[in-house]
């Protein structure tokens, strides 16, 4: 049973545009989630986390979102650049932990 | 230049062959993780090492094996045990394998079975 889904296999959106990543995890106990970026042929590299104490954390194009209640984030890339075009995971960590993957989300960002 | 290298790229197995793959880093990580990745799937945890001569299973550690004389080195080894050996792996290091730690990721190696 995946205790971390992304349910969307692929996004396709306008250069420009936001792109919204979305990850739902069903394990209450996680606290902390990742989001890491993967290029073809390339290893996943770390892109922004948050804590389960915030609900928002912010760098530069990149926000993620999390609403505990709903056992839900989202990652949210404010405006989407061609470049961006990678796989996205969305990761989550029980305290002390290893850390748990969700299946990916292929983004694609047309010019 | 730091970071974690793989090799190699790609890997052939035969049936009833055990394989090797590696990783190295130089970042001076105690932390070192093995991964599996199969499509549609998460990246699934193999095996992993948080100090030298010492390591744990992961969820998936069946029909693989690794060893971790040196800290720099963290290689897996595919045995004929593995029946599902195809897949792309990942290996990472982390700095001490603590909570709220980032871990590094490598290029990957995938592996193919004739």
């Known amino acids: 049973d995946q205790q971390v889904k992304q349910n969307s296999p692929s996004l396709s959106v306008q250069e420009g545009r936001i792109s919204i990543l979305n990850c739902d995890y069903t394990?209450?106990?996680?606290?902390?989630f990742l989001w890491y970026k993967k290029y073809p042929a390339e290893g996943p590299t770390f892109l922004i986390s948050i804590s389960s104490i915030k609900d928002k954390n912010e760098d530069g194009r990149f926000t993620v979102f999390l609403n505990k209640s709903a056992k839900h984030l989202s990652l949210h890339i404010v405006p989407s650049q061609p470049g961006d075009s990678a796989v996205y995971f969305c990761a989550a960590m029980e305290y002390g932990n290893k850390l748990v993957f969700g299946a990916g989300t292929i983004l694609r960002v047309k010019s | 230049d730091g970071g974690i290298t793989q090799s190699p790229k790609y890997l052939f197995r035969k049936e009833g062959q055990n394989v090797t793959l590696s990783c190295e880093q130089n970042l001076n990580h105690d932390a070192m993780y093995w991964y599996r990745q199969d499509p549609g799937q998460g990246l699934r945890l193999i095996y992993y090492s948080q100090i030298v001569n010492d390591f744990q299973k992961g969820d998936i550690a069946e029909g693989y094996s690794v060893s971790r004389e040196k800290k720099e080195s963290f290689p897996l080894t595919v045995t004929s045990a593995q029946k599902n050996p195809t897949a792309f792996y990942l290996c990472?290091?982390?700095?001490?394998?603590?909570?709220?730690?980032?871990?590094?990721f490598g290029p990957g190696t995938r592996l193919l079975v004739l």
């Open positions: 990472a290091s982390s700095l001490a394998g603590g909570p709220r730690e980032t871990q590094y």
């Open positions: 394990n209450s106990m996680f606290d902390y």
